[in-house]
Structure formats: C-alpha cells, structure tokens
C-alpha cells in the first residue's frame, strides 16, 4: 500500500517571500511518479510539478521547485517569490509507473498575505 | 485544446436516490480515473479506466460503479444515496496506462439530503 503524509496543514508567507511544504511518502515500488497539484478555491485541481524517482535531478517550474530525497522518501515543494494568485490548497500525490491511480496526502493549505 | 469537461457541476439529490455523473477526457486521452474528495481532504481514488476496460478500483462500496465509453468518456453511477455520499467528485484523464501526468476537470459537487 502506498501512503502520502503532509504534515503542515496550513502555512503563511507574506508576498514576495518563499515558503516550503513538505511531504513523506512510502510505498515499496522502486518506479514511481511524485506530482505537486494546487486546488484553489474554484476546487480546479492544477499540476504544479511532476517529478520521475528514476531522476536524480529535482524538478523546476518556473518559481515552482522541488526537493526531491528518494532515499529519506522525502518531497517537498518550494514556492518563490509568492504571489498572491498562490493562495490555495496544495496537495502531494504518488503514482506508480504501472497505473494511473494517484494517493494523496491530506494537503497544505497556502495563503500569502499582502 | 479544450481540457476535461464534467457534468453537471453541481448536483442535490435526497438519500436513497441514483446518480450519474459525466467526464469527457482531454481529445486523445484514452485513461479515465473518478476520485472522491470530502471537504477538507484529499482525493480518494474510486475507480480507473483505459480502452474501455477497468484497471483498478479503490475501497468503495458496490453502490459505486462506473464505466468507460468508445469515446473514452466515462460515466460514474452511485445507487442507494448516503449524507456520506456528499463530496466533489473529479475525474482525471490522461493519454496512456502508466507512466503519465494526469489532469484534473473541474469536478462535480454532489450534495445528498
């Protein structure tokens, strides 16, 4: 069974500043896919990151970056330089490279102040 | 291009009732999955479909079934109706079986009375 753990139920950061989420995992597959989705308040569920375990290489989007620790089953997600369009539920969800199914943490919720 | 489309986006029904609801994937995109999200959680895997066939099933009761068009669009039936019932419910598509990003409609919130 596969399980996803954020622990930070809600953070806050003031404009302009960088935050970071976190999240652990475990699962016993050794090729999985781990994604960052954003669900703001219109509950549109977004693709923020994706990143392939088989990459050593922690993933970038934009202002969007991860902290990928395969080993320590570790993901977290950095947000810089925050918007206030960044306020939103975040969630981290695994995905086994055999099957489509996604597991997902219970989320963060982001709110950046003015 | 348009994105993955759900109907209705909002849904009453008393306990007891049937509901269906729709999700056309993304043109191209042959994976259908349904997931379940309660307020103030995350999404529940319910069910997953590629070329027609079910690939996987979550922790759902029977009265939960749904089923994969030749167009790839997708329905998802819950029979008996529970307070429980009352969630969003999104349907994600994506082009192949495994090793693929999935995206997310813009769901449909069921309300049960």
């Known amino acids: 069974a596969q399980t996803v753990t954020q622990s930070q139920p809600e953070m806050s950061v003031q404009e302009a500043e960088t935050v970071t989420l976190s999240c652990t995992y475990d699962t016993s597959e050794n090729n999985y896919y781990l994604f960052w989705y954003k669900q703001p308040p219109s509950r549109q569920m977004i693709l923020v990151i994706r990143?392939?375990?088989?990459?050593?290489q922690n993933a970038t989007e934009n202002r969007f970056s991860v902290n990928f620790q395969k080993a320590a089953k570790s993901f977290s997600l950095k947000i810089s330089d925050s918007q206030l369009g960044d306020t939103a539920m975040y969630f981290c969800?695994?995905?086994?490279?055999?099957?489509?199914?996604?597991?997902f943490g219970g989320g963060t919720r982001v709110l950046v102040k003015p | 291009d348009a994105g993955v489309t759900q109907s209705p986006t909002h849904l009453i029904k008393t306990r007891g009732q049937h509901v269906t609801l729709r999700c056309s994937p993304i043109?191209?995109?042959?994976?259908v999955s349904w997931y379940q999200q309660v307020l103030g959680q995350g999404p529940q895997f319910i069910f997953q479909y590629y070329e027609k066939e079910e690939r996987g099933r979550g922790n759902f009761p029977d009265r939960f079934s749904a089923r994969q068009f030749p167009n790839y669009s997708s329905e998802l039936n819950v029979n008996a109706l529970l307070l429980g019932d009352s969630a969003l419910y999104l349907c994600?598509?994506?082009?192949?079986?495994?090793?693929?990003?999935?995206?997310f409609g813009p769901g449909t919130r069921l309300l049960v009375l």
């Open positions: 043109s191209g995109h042959k994976s």
């Open positions: 990143q392939e375990a088989y990459k050593q």
């Open positions: 969800a695994l995905q086994k490279a055999a099957g489509n199914k996604l597991t």
């Open positions: 994600a598509s994506g082009y192949r079986w495994g090793e693929e990003t999935q995206y």
